[in-house]
């Protein structure tokens, strides 16, 4: 109890959701300007002439066109990189890894046995059960010889030294890892999903860039997502999005790699994520209030260190690779991205004081703005293409030359595609394969009109979430693959 109120007073401490900044003008004109320009083109779609009437579209072109400019910039410089085991350097510090788990009986073993493979020993596999109403315990039991250890309230295997098993009421992933925390030695804490399966390589690899960079306190590897087969056979749709995420989870690694140049990455995936303890520690662990707790916490990293001039800095390692478990249904990834969206726009609210702020350096001169104008991109994007259908209808003369930029645009794309597919085959060591590029000019094709329709929606259902103060994860039908089982109503103030 004691290190629990521990970290209630450092997130407290550490958290503007608690302990608010003082907000400056240019913040609030900047995120004025955001909404004041998409409410002009809205009015501009009635009143304006030309291919300005489509000036939605034209604003979503442009701010998209020139972060793909400064992502490929930022990341020319990963072509020359040694492809297979840049960053395999000797071991690293000890870690830990805690897996925060729910119902998650079919997936564990597999997650458990890719742990246990790696080539840099884990100090302990710590399994959280939030709760599991499917058998959990019953399998570590008589999978692994999972018993009760009175010393320090764990089960621990008789089977696998390093392996235990935390039992908890259901409150949620946050306050599932944050328990996981008072149980761990380690220097270094990972967390992965119980349904993400890491390479062999993988914990070697971090925890190699952890020992390299003594400043690191924060690290993810790169992801490729998988669709779990539908057992009835139907499976179309589960390869559409199979497909279109390997693309956009590509893109989001490479983009991560861009902004780590300019020390304003602020994105490490918890499904396989890395931590300095003391670091985590310091700041509070992570917080149940939000609904995306890893993209939360490396903002409180951030903040701590440019107030108290630690000089913190996070990465994501190329060489680290694993898979995880995605959405394989349109009502799964809606759910999912209206989630991960009012969880965005919960944590820019909380950090809407650094936007803008020459205190947090570029973080705050250029990416918080840069997020600023996201949190309407979606919007703006939807904007843009129901005026076209608008056109469409009524046969408006600008449809001509809207759909010439729609055509750039799409070149743009495709040749992005093909530039992140080659950098990604290079840097992270894992081969594309014709194949792929075969399929990447298709998706480039296909996307807009498609899937960034969905994750637009689903960014939208977001914004209904965060304004209505319906903020939860969402309950996932029994039947369905489930990426995250934290069930309707789970979160609870730390």
Request: proline fraction near 4%; charged fraction near 20%; charge should be positive.
């Amino acid at each position: 109890m004691e290190q629990y109120a521990q970290l209630r007073a450092a997130l407290v401490r550490a958290s503007p959701r608690y302990t608010p900044r003082p907000v400056s003008l240019r913040s609030i004109l900047i995120y004025g300007v955001v909404l004041g320009l998409w409410l002009l083109v809205l009015a501009g779609a009635l009143t304006f002439s030309g291919v300005l009437t489509w000036a939605a579209g034209l604003l979503y072109v442009t701010y998209d066109t020139l972060l793909l400019f400064y992502v490929f910039l930022s990341t020319r410089h990963l072509l020359r990189r040694a492809p297979a085991g840049a960053d395999r350097r000797e071991a690293g510090p000890g870690a830990a890894v805690i897996i925060a788990a729910r119902n998650e009986l079919a997936a564990l073993p597999r997650t458990i046995a890719a742990l246990l493979a790696q080539t840099q020993a884990l100090q302990m596999i710590l399994v959280v059960d939030d709760g599991s109403t499917d058998g959990t315990l019953r399998m570590l039991r008589e999978r692994y010889g999972v018993k009760e250890d009175a010393r320090d309230g764990l089960e621990k295997s008789s089977r696998i030294p390093n392996l235990a098993w935390l039992h908890r009421p259901h409150s949620g992933k946050a306050l599932a890892l944050n328990a996981g925390l008072a149980h761990i030695a380690a220097d270094i804490v990972l967390t992965v999903d119980a349904d993400t399966i890491l390479e062999p390589g993988a914990v070697a690899a971090v925890c190699g860039a952890f020992r390299q960079e003594p400043q690191l306190v924060a690290a993810c590897g790169v992801l490729r997502p998988v669709v779990e087969k539908d057992p009835t056979g139907l499976n179309a749709a589960r390869r559409f999005f199979q497909w279109f995420q390997t693309y956009e989870y590509i893109r989001a690694s490479i983009s991560r790699a861009a902004w780590m140049r300019a020390d304003s990455m602020l994105l490490v995936s918890g499904a396989f994520a890395a931590f300095r303890r003391d670091a985590l520690l310091t700041v509070g662990g992570f917080d149940a209030n939000c609904l995306v707790e890893d993209y939360e916490l490396i903002h409180r990293l951030h903040r701590w260190s440019y107030e108290h001039g630690a000089r913190w800095t996070v990465r994501v390692i190329g060489s680290a690779r694993g898979a995880t478990d995605v959405p394989g249904t349109l009502p799964a990834f809606l759910r999912q991205r209206r989630r991960w969206f009012a969880g965005f726009l919960q944590t820019q609210w909380w950090n809407r004081d650094m936007t803008g702020n020459s205190r947090y350096g570029l973080l705050g001169r250029v990416m918080m703005p840069v997020k600023a104008i996201d949190t309407l991109q979606p919007v703006y994007g939807l904007t843009a293409f129901c005026l076209l259908i608008w056109f469409a209808a009524h046969g408006r003369s600008v449809l001509l030359p809207v759909s010439s930029i729609i055509a750039g645009k799409i070149f743009i794309d495709l040749a992005f595609h093909l530039w992140s597919v080659r950098l990604y085959s290079v840097w992270t060591g894992e081969p594309a394969g014709g194949a792929r590029f075969g399929l990447a000019f298709v998706a480039a094709l296909a996307e807009p009109f498609s899937f960034q329709l969905m994750r637009h929606s689903g960014a939208v259902w977001g914004w209904w979430a965060f304004l209505s103060g319906r903020l939860s994860w969402g309950a996932v039908p029994a039947a369905e693959p489930k990426k995250a089982t934290y069930a309707e109503g789970e979160r609870q103030a730390p």
